[in-house]
């Protein structure tokens, strides 16, 4: 099979033949349909993220069939996790010490095959085609944890408007939510297509909304967005961290913490969330916007997403 490679931090992927991985008990043998690219994938490839055996095959959004059988599965981050700790037993598998990431610590879905265990493979919704669904998968379900975090908030602020930004705010709306978005300075291409999405209201990052906010969701991982997310909430608001990796924090104000203001960080997800977002999707429904490259593109695909050139999730098709 074919595959992409990442061999060690600050290198491009590298293109490589490999035989088939061979499936252990309780894991299944997958023909990968599409792989998602992810800012996660960036943060592995620049050290921010450890990936600590190298080579690895990177890839956690991974939409794929079951080999010999007709069964369309996806795979997540969170590929694995002991059962037995005390976070596992407490419900909060996310927090596992003990757990194994798809394409950090397994190898992930940049490649034509791939193995995975198959309690954590979740059933795709009928009706997406692979590269469509392959977003909902990390994107979907990190965005979708996060708002878990803003409670009952009705007026939401997203900063950074990517792959998960565009398909929270299809959720959000639909709840009945107001969605304000946050872009970087002079993008209006993502300002706009926030506002195809039914935005309220869409402007730069450094900018104030025009009302104060219930909630903010921080996706970008810029730490400096945290300081300028708190000044945009209402007393009691939250703001949400729901990226793997960010920035540090600069100092803020305490003023700006003041009137029981608050700070979240949101770790991977459960497989609860997991199944709850999927059978959700279609109800919405979700449409993802995804821009399509070849298995050995991925390097290009990946210098797209880190330049912000494309709109909505980029997905890698073998």
Known sequence: MRAMVFDRVGRPLRLEQRPLPIPGPGEVLLRVLACGICRTDLHLIDGDVEVEHAPRILGHQIVGVIDGTERRVGVPWVGWTCGTCEQCLGG???????????????????????????RFCFPMPAGYPAAQAAPLLCAGLIGFRSLRFC???HRIGLYGFGAAAHILIQVATWQGREVYAFTRPGDSIAQE???????????????????????????????????????????????????IHMSDIPSIPYQNLWDERSIQSVANLTREDGHEFLELAPQVPVTTHVTSYRLEQANEALADLRAGRFSGAGVLVP
């Open 92 to 118: 909060h598998e996310n927090l596992c010490p003990n757990a194994r990431f798809t394409g950090c610590d397994i190898d992930g879905g940049m490649a034509e095959y791939t193995v995975a265990d198959e």
């Open 151 to 153: 409670g009952d908030a």
């Open 193 to 243: 297509f926030a506002r195809s999405l039914s935005a309220t209201w869409a402007g730069p990052s450094d900018a104030m909304p025009p009302v104060p906010l219930d909630a903010a969701i921080i996706f970008a991982p810029d730490g400096g967005l945290v300081p300028l997310a708190l000044r945009a909430l209402k007393p009691g608001g939250r703001v949400v961290c729901g990226g």
